[in-house]
Every structure is written in C-alpha cells, then in structure tokens.
C-alpha cells in the first residue's frame, strides 16, 4: 500500500524566487491547475466546460455589467444566458480594445481602424465636433481611461480626449509623441504608464 510523504494543511501559493531546498513553510516551488480557498486549503481547478460560441473569437472584455467579444467579423455582446448579439460589424483581423469611463459610464472601444462607445445595448460612432480646433477623438490600438480623458496609443503617439468632454480633443495640442511604437497604455492611481519597445515611461 502506497504510504503518505507529505500532507499540506496550509498552502499559501508559489514561491519561485529562491532556492528550492530553502521554499518557505506552506509554499511550493511549483505547482499546476490549483486553486486556493479562504482557508489556505488547495483544490484542483475547474476544467474547461461546454464551447459556448465556436469560430474566429477574439478579445473578449468584460466587465460587471457588460460582456464583449470579436466573433467572426462582428462586435458581439454575450447575454446572461450565454446567447450573444450582434453590435457592429468589424475587421476580424483587427484587435479591439475597450476601457468604462466613469465621466459618462460609456464603455469606449476601438481597432485601430474605428472608435465609438456602448451604452444601453447599443455601439455609436464618436460625432465629429461643431468647434474650431475641435476634433472628434482618435482611436488606436491601445485605449485608457484616466483622469476625466481618454488616451489612444496609434503608433509612436498618445492621443487624449479634452477633460470631461470624452468625444473630442484639440488638434493642436491633443497629443504626446513617444519615441517608438507604444505596446502598454496602463493607467494607475497617479499616473499612466507606457511602454514602447525595450523601455517603460510613467506619465504623472
């Protein structure tokens, strides 16, 4: 009969940052498809389940009210039991980023190619502006949220909203140029990070 070496009562996750004969009491160097409770106490994690949708999927969001996703060239929103509907049409081969700005409660989003927003089950275009050196905002292929703006990484640049008012920027002066193409638009509690190739710039 098999006997046992080792029971774990207590397991308060990863330590792979040491030596492996000096892993902590309670932690372990490796470890695969576990989860962990209140009580420290390990389980293995919950398969895969059924396939809900099948197809070219991509980037899905979500957040507590809204689930977003890109289904075989269209912007789809899954429902609560599971069905999804259809927003907008879209380039499959294009990416979409999303951010909730909490200004208007509009969930922002944008490819590269198009920018709009959703509210109540429904995407809009961003209306062009009726004022001089008002523009609507630009998209890209990265979009944040901070600060009463929205930001818009296309390329080596930053584009950002006027404050409070989201849909338009100044095309004077809307803009941070970056010196290479942007790769991580993260914003923070003070500040918004950006990443451009090999090196990280914090934005405060």
């Known amino acids: 009969m098999p006997s046992t070496l080792f ?75 599971l069905s999804d509907v259809s927003l907008l049409s ?19 989003l944008t490819n590269n190619s198009i920018i709009g927003f959703y509210t109540n089950g429904t995407v809009y ?14 998209g890209g292929h990265l979009i944040e949220y901070y600060n009463n703006r929205l930001y818009a990484a296309f390329d080596d640049k930053i584009f950002h909203s006027d404050a409070v008012y989201l849909n338009q920027m100044d095309e004077r002066f809307g803009f941070i140029p970056m010196p290479g193409y942007i790769t991580l638009l993260e914003a923070v509690l003070d500040g918004i990070y950006v990443g451009t190739g090999n090196d990280v710039w914090y934005l405060g």
């Open 7 to 81: 029971e774990f009562k207590k397991y308060r996750g990863i330590c792979n940052t040491t030596d492996t004969t000096r892993v902590p009491v309670d932690y372990q160097s490796v470890a695969e498809n576990v989860d962990i409770d209140d009580e420290y106490m390990p389980y293995r994690r919950n398969g895969y389940g059924n396939i809900i949708i099948s197809g070219s999927v991509h980037s899905l969001w979500a957040d507590d009210r809204v689930c977003l996703f890109v289904h075989n060239g269209s912007l789809k929103r899954l429902m609560p039991d």
């Open 90 to 108: 879209v380039d499959q081969s294009l990416h979409m980023e999303y951010v909730r700005a909490t200004t208007n409660d509009y969930v922002y």
């Open 125 to 138: 275009p961003i209306p062009e502006p009726d004022q001089t050196y008002k523009v609507r905002m630009t």
